[in-house]
Structure formats: C-alpha cells, structure tokens
C-alpha cells in the first residue's frame, strides 16, 4: 500500500519521478526510496523486417547482449533532449515497474534541473495530463529538493552527477540561480579517465558480456577466458556487437571498479602519500587480476585538481565562482549548510577533501558539509526531498489539477511551479 496525500480533500497516493543525467527514478510519496531506479540510456534494435519499426529497449534490460543493438541516451546537459525516448522511459517506470497502469488515481510530481528549459517544462505537464493522465501535477527545482531532503531552508549544493558537476545556491527555498555553476566533470568522466590510464597500463579490459567461461588465475598472469562474442569493428558497419553498446558495458565495469578501489587524497594532493597509500585489489570479469595503485588515486583527483588531466575548473573553485556572485552576507550561511549529493561524492575521502579545500578558500569562516552515511540519501537526495514534500499535508494546496490545465493549457506550469 502506497503512502497518501491530501488532494481535493480525498487520500490519495503520489508519484515522484526524477529524471538526471545518468538515471530514472520513480517512486511513491512517503517512502525513503525510489521503487526503481534505471539508466536514461536505452537500446535500438533494427527490425528483421525493414517493412517494421525497431524495438526500443528501457530499463535495465539495455544491459542483455542483443545484436545490433545501438545506446543511446534521451538526457543531455542535465535535461531531457528526446521527449519520445524519455516518455516511453517513463511508461517503462509506470507500467513495468511501479505496476501502474493509468496515473488517473496518483498525482505527479517530478523533479527538474534548475536550468530546464521553458519547453521541456511545457513538455512535461502535457504529458503528465494527457499521456500519463494524472489527475494533479507540480514540478519542483531539484537543489531545492535535495535542500529540503536535509532539512535545510538554505544550502549550497554540491551535487556530482553522472555527467556535471553543478554547484546552486538555495537561500529560503529558491534558487539563486545567477550563481549556479556547471561543468562536465561527472562519474562518467571519471570513468573515462580510468579505462584510459588502465590501458596506458596495459591492464585488459574485459566487460562482463564478453565472457563465457573464466579459470583462477595468479595475479598479474594473463586471463584464462573464452569469449563469447566479437569485440566490435568500427570498421565494419555489420558487426553483431556496436560500438555504443561495446561501450556501455566497458563504462559499466569502470564504474564498479571505481567503487571498489578509487580513494581521494586528503586534505590535498601529495606525491609522497600518494606513493605510500596501499594498492587495492581488483578482478576483472575474465578472470585477470591486480593491484590498482596509483590509477585508483588520480581518476577522482580530477575533480580537485583538474590541470593535472584537464581543463575544467577544480570543485574549489567552482565553488568559489558561485560564493561571489551571492550576497556577502549569506556566503557564510551557505558555506555552514554544504550539501553533497550524487554517488561520486561517496568515493572514500571525498568530504575530508571538499572540508579542508573549502576551509582554504574561506579561511575563518564555519564549513560544514552534510553529507548522509547512507549511500541511498547520498544518491537520491534529490528524489527523497520531493518525497518528503508531497507527502506533507500542507502540500495539497499546490497541486496542479486537471481542470486548470484544460483551462489554461501548458503555460500553467509556468504560474503555479515556479
């Protein structure tokens, strides 16, 4: 039994969908967790048949190996660029996951990137009324969610997603938003790094759907594998196994090895702890095995200290970019309510380094971070403070209702959720 909320003076259950960078995560209101969470990536199979449509695939399920299967993804820059993609995305959340057939009986509410477009606003509400017809609708800013999640009015929010890096200011529960700061230093990034510098190496990388059958081997010693399909040829436009898909499952493996061995350094970079710092073990899915030393330090040292690789801003800095362009005297405000979120930030050492970083860049100013133990707050912050909210009792009275968006049509997102 889903939790209620008051709309229209009846008990009802809410949706709260939150769509980012990396992943879709739909729940119900009143839980401490999304009920599913999957990749904004989807799979594009050809039809046999040229006379038929190609099958596209949501979910999880873009991780099974199909032949000519191509990866694509319906979010770009932090907001959704394909609206077809990302509603048949949805109706996979609804219907295949959360078992709902109709969202006549569950009012929505999503969450949105505070530099959403007017468009996808617009895109958003329609679909919620007309496709999904749901009987109320209300979008909310996610820094302002993942504020609310920690119980805080004000905060900064130092949110690493899948694909940016965003540092907003929230002061009072809005947005400042000519302080927001953004760049493309993600996880996925960070696994781009790694696969590079495990290559410089001349570390094999296997992913799992490669492998058909493995033997123990010593560590170091070559893999003892047998594949089970061809690596892909760019070259050759037939190939069963496409390039996109090739790399989906290499950037799968680098993400579990970053959460396996990757450590940031703190309170700052040094060549002699770094050289001191234990190596750590990993095993590929074919079997090879190693010690990752220092590629497990520098891949998220690129978030602290960037010129070492490349030419984004280090995260102090960023952050130093969004302070001054906010009134002096709620700097301190925000610096003493820092919340981090996005599941890079759980990379051991991270928060001592962000603390000691951010203590250098406001020398005498209070510096404190919130940043849960829990890696599901940490992950879904967003997704849990839009929970929280349409929960509430008082929250009713903002609901969007049908009857006003047949009245008014899309603009109405435009009066009532700003």
């Not at 949805?90 to 477009?117: C, G, M, Q, Y």
Request: proline residues 8%.
């Amino acid at each position: 039994m889903s939790p209620s909320v008051s709309y229209g003076g009846d008990e009802v259950g809410a949706v709260v969908l939150d769509i980012e960078s990396g992943s879709v995560r739909a729940g119900y209101a009143g839980e401490d967790a999304p009920k599913c969470v999957f990749p904004t990536a989807y799979a594009t199979i050809p039809s046999s048949d040229p006379a038929q449509p190609p099958v596209h695939v949501h979910g999880n399920g873009i991780h099974l190996y199909r032949p000519h299967a191509t990866i694509s993804n319906f979010v770009q820059d932090g907001i959704v660029s394909d609206w077809d993609a990302a509603s048949r995305a949805v109706d996979h959340a609804f219907k295949d996951r959360l078992r709902i057939k109709s969202l006549d009986e569950f009012p929505l509410l999503s969450t949105e990137p505070s530099w959403n477009t007017k468009e996808n606003k617009e895109k958003m509400v329609e679909l919620a009324f007309e496709t999904w017809q749901a009987p109320a609708y209300y979008a909310v800013d996610k820094a302002v969610m993942s504020a609310f999640a920690a119980g805080k009015g004000s905060a900064l929010i130092v949110d690493i997603g899948d694909e940016l890096t965003t540092i907003t200011p929230v002061y009072d529960g809005f947005v400042l938003r000519k302080a927001i700061q953004k760049q493309p230093t993600g996880g996925a990034l960070l696994s781009e790094v790694l696969l590079t510098q495990l290559r410089a190496a001349n570390i094999p990388v296997t992913p799992h759907y490669l492998v058909k059958t493995k033997e123990p081997v010593d560590a170091g010693a070559p893999a003892k594998a047998t594949l089970r399909y061809r690596v892909p040829n760019p070259s050759d436009p037939n190939a069963p196994t496409t390039p996109s898909y090739h790399r989906l499952q290499e950037m799968r493996l680098m993400h579990e090895t970053k959460e396996a061995t990757c450590e940031v350094l703190a309170p700052q970079w040094d060549d002699a702890a770094a050289t001191s710092k234990p190596t750590r073990p990993f095993e590929f899915p074919d079997g090879f095995n190693t010690y990752l030393g220092a590629q497990r330090l520098t891949t998220p040292e690129i978030l602290f200290n960037p010129q070492r690789f490349l030419p984004p801003d280090p995260l102090a800095r960023l952050i130093q970019s969004t302070l001054v362009q906010v009134d002096p005297d709620l700097q301190a405000t925000l610096l003493a309510n820092v919340v981090v979120t996005g599941g890079t930030t759980l990379i051991p050492g991270f928060v001592d380094r962000l603390q000691a970083e951010l203590g250098a860049i406001a020398p005498g100013t209070k510096v404190k971070i919130h940043a849960p133990a829990s890696a599901a707050e940490r992950v879904h912050t967003s997704w849990l403070g839009g929970s929280i909210l349409a929960s509430l009792g008082t929250f009713h009275q903002l609901w969007i209702g049908k009857d006003e968006y047949q009245e008014i049509g899309t603009s109405v997102v435009h009066r009532r959720a700003k």
